[in-house]
């Protein structure tokens, strides 16, 4: 497989033909003839425009995965951590259901049901 070298280099531009100068230019002339991608042909060197999406996307998921990954490690140890309430009081012949206690560990069966979805998606998105 063959190496690239680097993408500035003083050999090419307008201004250098089979290594013989042509007027004069500075090292500023050098830099935006040679390192900014533009080439006299105007074709950078085979790379494709698709290649400078690839580091935003990989910055982007990683983002977003350990943000998934602390936002649902969270509602987990929420779940997990907060003691339930008492639903049923009473004796066996008089039993009286607290509605409010219900709904609350009905919440924390749903932070716990979010956090380990959220840790999934976030291990989706660190294995892509």
């Known amino acids: 497989m063959p190496t690239r070298g680097p993408d500035c280099s003083c050999g090419r531009g307008p201004s250098v033909e089979q290594g013989k100068w042509y007027g004069v230019r500075s090292y500023l002339h050098l830099f935006y003839e040679d390192c900014t991608g533009a080439s006299p042909d105007g074709d950078r060197d085979g790379s494709s425009p698709h290649a400078a999406w690839a580091p935003l996307i990989w910055k982007v998921s990683l983002s977003t995965g350990t943000l998934f990954l602390l936002v649902g490690a969270a509602a987990l140890a929420t ?29 924390l069966g749903t932070c716990r049901l979010v956090g380990t979805a959220l840790c999934v998606a976030a291990g989706a998105l660190g294995a892509v």
């Open 79 to 107: 779940g997990s951590l907060v003691p339930p309430k008492l639903e049923g009081i009473g004796e066996e012949e008089l039993m009286v259901l607290d509605v409010q206690a219900v709904r609350y560990n009905h919440a």
